[in-house]
């Protein structure tokens, strides 16, 4: 019988016994998702479980492993041709799954570096209304600014950015 009662909901974690092994296991990333488990925005909804990850984990998450999300936005996404389209679906209300575990990796990453440059510029409260907004309209509503507007904003600090990484380390 399930004693979880009407107000409770039961959530299954799941995590490979290698992030364990290698102490890279996503356990506030995931928690993260069963606590804020509605976002329309993909990159929104990964973000800010990175974010989560990399702020309270002991360790970052698997596609960054711990360093910073803008520097390897700066030097390594960004400089790719390749991640060029999935640059313009950063924040958008409508980017689906990746395949490829570059795209995926630089998907999560990017989508860390764009949550971190919310947070950082607009403040948690009003990312996270951004968060579970229903479409791109709360980015107007939220900033004034539209998703393109903020994004061109982002990638013009990325430019920006005082970097120690380069593509080589």
């Known amino acids: 019988s399930n004693?979880?009662?009407?107000?409770k909901q039961m959530a299954v974690v799941a995590l490979k016994d290698?992030?364990?092994?290698?102490?890279?296991?996503?356990?506030i990333h995931e928690l993260t998702h069963v606590i804020y488990p509605t976002a329309?925005?993909?990159t929104l909804?990964?973000?800010l479980a990175s974010y989560m990850q990399d702020e309270l984990g002991e360790y970052g998450t698997v596609h960054n492993y711990g360093l910073n999300p803008h520097e390897i936005c700066?030097?390594?996404?960004?400089?790719?041709?390749?991640?060029?389209?999935?640059?313009?679906f950063v924040g958008s209300m409508n980017f689906g799954k990746t395949t490829a575990i570059e795209q995926r990796s630089a998907f999560y990453v990017a989508s860390l570096s764009f949550m971190t440059y919310l947070i950082d510029t607009y403040g948690i409260d009003i990312s996270m209304k951004i968060y579970s907004g229903m479409d791109?309209?709360?980015?107007?509503?939220?900033t004034g600014k539209t998703l393109e507007g903020i994004r061109s904003d982002w990638l013009?600090?990325?430019?920006?950015?005082?970097s120690n990484l380069s593509a080589e380390s």
């Open 18 to 27: 290698s992030y364990l092994s290698y102490h890279l296991a996503p356990i």
């Open 40 to 42: 329309y925005s993909r």
């Open 74 to 88: 700066q030097n390594v996404i960004l400089p790719l041709a390749s991640n060029q389209n999935l640059i313009g």
């Open 136 to 142: 791109e309209d709360i980015y107007i509503i939220q």
């Open 156 to 162: 013009l600090y990325l430019k920006q950015y005082a």
């Open 3 to 7: 004693n979880y009662g009407k107000n």
């Open 45 to 47: 909804r990964e973000g």
